[in-house]
């Protein structure tokens, strides 16, 4: 089984549209909450340029 986590920012309720992150079988995994079925897998690099994106905008 797969335990996603949620931003801290998101907050608590649910239905909040998120992003939320997992780590399963050596994967890091990212899906958007309203859509939980799609998933993507991402490299760390990758999720660190995501991350640093994000930041700068």
């Not at 649910?14 to 939980?36: F, I, Q, T």
């Amino acid at each position: 089984m797969i335990q996603w986590q949620k931003s801290s920012f998101s907050g608590g309720a649910d239905g909040n549209e998120c992003v939320e992150l997992a780590h399963h079988k050596n994967e890091l995994l990212l899906r958007e909450s309203d859509d939980p079925v799609r998933i993507l897998p991402v490299t760390t690099d990758a999720l660190v340029a995501l991350i640093r994106h994000v930041r700068s905008v």
